[in-house]
């Protein structure tokens, strides 16, 4: 199984190298030229439950694992999670929610990161340890923590954005129990500290004498095939719950409404869309940082705008990484048209995409924003109309998908508990707030009638174990901190 650079065409290793390395030598993303060649056939996807789908999925990408040990992996993941069946499709008012939120840190992040350090696992060679370094905008962070403490041969680092993620999320990362782990605030935003681990991963001398130790340097962000394969299952999975609810016919289009930062979850559906799922479109869901509407609506894709700190800190981001995946499949995999836009977005921070490409975006995706002001509005209607909670990143996607309930069935994705998020869900609701995130939480259990995740409720009585912050320019000494320490 090849991959390839979206960059460059030579750039190429098999599925187990493109797992270790995360991020091709060029700064490119690794992608399987032939995707569109590959086909989960929807009938037998109404005989599978959703670990059998992600293993029919997964054999797809991953075959040199061998199904026997990506099933062992798809149980050691899944097991983890509060339910059964790992994910649940509630019918809301017009909407079909799709929870995403079950698994160990309640938040769709859950789904790639408890599988992936087990095909990392799988993938390292024998007497080589593996290096994960982690930028996070708020959930993704705990997620990878979580599912790499303490598995063997590992060492995981997150940085976050110091002040940049609801209080909870701060503390499920701040607080992480394991040995091989690592957490840093940085001053800045999202953006730059995604920016500052690139700059690790494309500097090849320090590849070089990480490799020299036997370390290899990867990443849990969804520019590693292993987060980003995972995520597509639940396309497929909601796809079958809703033909064998009698919802839609077999064969009939959907559309996905997807709340999007770094555009990793709406491009999980996309390989979906490629793979055979029939989809009619896809809602890329924004907040205030709307550049990815702005792409969507006029194919031109410019950062040169304010970054807004908002409500659904997890989408405040104005990089999406992955939409690099899809321009190269949109130019039918032309590395170097790709690789051209990729240079004058580090040139010049925008680019214009062809009019072929333009056209062919918006025959499939569609997409909307939503203010704070409005994102709360849609929380407390919903919950008022409907008896549901939605967290501030969710409602984003919810809003989105009734502006195009009329076209015919629509999921949309639900990417975390809102109790990660209680402050603004209590303020949304028209409750007081407090200072104390957990009085909030408490509070938010009482006016709801629902219980917080047990991991959440719990996060009070654990000890801050990561408290300092560091600028940009600090990461690379943090990491040889790190590997020094922990003789790694």
């Given at each position: 199984m090849i991959h390839e650079s979206t960059r460059n065409a030579g750039l190429q290793c098999s599925e187990s190298e493109a797992l270790l390395k995360g991020s091709a030598e060029d700064g490119g993303l690794y992608v399987d030229r032939y995707l569109k060649e590959k086909r989960i056939p929807l009938q037998d996807l109404l005989k599978m439950d959703y670990r059998e789908t992600a293993l029919a999925v997964l054999s797809l990408f991953f075959d040199g694992i061998g199904k026997e040990k990506l099933k062992e992996a798809i149980s050691a993941a899944y097991d983890r999670f509060d339910i059964p069946e790992t994910v649940s499709l509630q019918k809301t008012g017009d909407i079909h929610v799709l929870e995403l939120f079950h698994g160990p840190t309640s938040a769709f992040k859950d789904v790639a990161l408890t599988l992936l350090p087990h095909l990392i696992s799988n993938a390292l060679p024998e007497g080589e340890k593996a290096l994960i370094l982690t930028a996070t905008s708020g959930d993704t962070g705990k997620a990878a923590l979580s599912g790499f403490s303490n598995v063997p041969r590992t060492g995981i680092l997150v940085y976050y954005p110091k002040d940049g993620t609801s209080r909870i999320q701060e503390l499920q990362m701040t607080t992480q129990e394991g040995e091989n782990v690592a957490v840093y605030g940085l001053k800045g935003n999202f953006d730059d500290a995604q920016t500052a681990v690139k700059e690790v991963f494309a500097d090849q001398g320090f590849r070089k004498v990480l490799l020299e130790k036997k370390i290899r340097l990867t990443s849990a962000n969804s520019i590693n095939i292993g987060r980003l394969m995972p995520q597509i299952v639940y396309y497929f999975d909601a796809y079958r719950q809703l033909v064998l609810s009698g919802s839609i016919s077999l064969g009939e289009k959907i559309s996905f409404s997807v709340p999007s930062g770094n555009f990793g979850d709406v491009l999980a559906g996309y390989?979906?869309?490629?793979?055979?799922?029939?989809?009619?479109?896809?809602?890329?869901?924004?907040?205030?940082?709307?550049?990815?509407?702005?792409?969507?609506?006029?194919?031109?894709?410019?950062?040169?705008?304010?970054?807004?700190?908002?409500?659904?800190?997890?989408?405040?981001?104005?990089?999406?990484?992955?939409?690099?995946?899809?321009?190269?499949?949109?130019?039918?995999?032309?590395?170097?048209?790709?690789?051209?836009?990729?240079?004058?977005?580090?040139?010049?921070?925008?680019?214009?995409?062809?009019?072929?490409?333009?056209?062919?975006?918006?025959?499939?995706?569609?997409?909307?924003?939503?203010?704070?002001?409005?994102?709360?509005?849609?929380?407390?209607?919903?919950?008022?109309?409907?008896?549901?909670?939605?967290?501030?990143?969710?409602?984003?996607?919810?809003?989105?998908?009734?502006?195009?309930?009329?076209?015919?069935?629509?999921?949309?994705?639900?990417?975390?508990?809102?109790?990660?998020?209680?402050?603004?869900?209590?303020?949304?609701?028209?409750?007081?707030?407090?200072?104390?995130?957990?009085?909030?939480?408490?509070?938010?259990?009482?006016?709801?009638?629902?219980?917080?995740?047990?991991?959440?409720?719990?996060?009070?009585?654990?000890?801050?174990?990561?408290?300092?912050?560091?600028?940009?320019e600090e990461v690379r000494s943090s990491i040889s901190r790190f590997l020094k320490e922990h003789e790694l």
């Amino acid at each position: 199984m090849i991959h390839e650079s979206t960059r460059n065409a030579g750039l190429q290793c098999s599925e187990s190298e493109a797992l270790l390395k995360g991020s091709a030598e060029d700064g490119g993303l690794y992608v399987d030229r032939y995707l569109k060649e590959k086909r989960i056939p929807l009938q037998d996807l109404l005989k599978m439950d959703y670990r059998e789908t992600a293993l029919a999925v997964l054999s797809l990408f991953f075959d040199g694992i061998g199904k026997e040990k990506l099933k062992e992996a798809i149980s050691a993941a899944y097991d983890r999670f509060d339910i059964p069946e790992t994910v649940s499709l509630q019918k809301t008012g017009d909407i079909h929610v799709l929870e995403l939120f079950h698994g160990p840190t309640s938040a769709f992040k859950d789904v790639a990161l408890t599988l992936l350090p087990h095909l990392i696992s799988n993938a390292l060679p024998e007497g080589e340890k593996a290096l994960i370094l982690t930028a996070t905008s708020g959930d993704t962070g705990k997620a990878a923590l979580s599912g790499f403490s303490n598995v063997p041969r590992t060492g995981i680092l997150v940085y976050y954005p110091k002040d940049g993620t609801s209080r909870i999320q701060e503390l499920q990362m701040t607080t992480q129990e394991g040995e091989n782990v690592a957490v840093y605030g940085l001053k800045g935003n999202f953006d730059d500290a995604q920016t500052a681990v690139k700059e690790v991963f494309a500097d090849q001398g320090f590849r070089k004498v990480l490799l020299e130790k036997k370390i290899r340097l990867t990443s849990a962000n969804s520019i590693n095939i292993g987060r980003l394969m995972p995520q597509i299952v639940y396309y497929f999975d909601a796809y079958r719950q809703l033909v064998l609810s009698g919802s839609i016919s077999l064969g009939e289009k959907i559309s996905f409404s997807v709340p999007s930062g770094n555009f990793g979850d709406v491009l999980a559906g996309y390989y979906a869309y490629c793979l055979g799922l029939p989809v009619r479109r896809f809602i890329v869901a924004s907040n205030a940082n709307n550049v990815l509407t702005d792409f969507v609506r006029t194919g031109v894709y410019d950062r040169r705008r304010p970054f807004y700190k908002t409500i659904s800190p997890s989408m405040d981001i104005l990089i999406s990484s992955n939409l690099e995946r899809l321009l190269y499949y949109l130019s039918d995999e032309n590395n170097e048209e790709t690789a051209a836009y990729m240079q004058e977005l580090k040139e010049k921070g925008c680019y214009r995409i062809s009019e072929t490409m333009r056209k062919k975006l918006q025959e499939l995706f569609a997409a909307e924003y939503f203010s704070d002001e409005e994102t709360s509005a849609v929380i407390r209607r919903v919950y008022e109309k409907e008896g549901y909670l939605l967290d501030p990143h969710s409602a984003i996607g919810y809003a989105a998908a009734e502006r195009y309930k009329e076209e015919g069935k629509i999921v949309a994705l639900a990417t975390a508990s809102p109790f990660k998020f209680p402050a603004y869900v209590l303020n949304a609701l028209g409750q007081e707030v407090a200072e104390d995130e957990f009085a909030n939480l408490r509070k938010l259990t009482e006016v709801s009638g629902q219980e917080a995740p047990k991991a959440i409720a719990r996060l009070q009585e654990l000890p801050v174990r990561f408290e300092e912050a560091i600028g940009r320019e600090e990461v690379r000494s943090s990491i040889s901190r790190f590997l020094k320490e922990h003789e790694l």
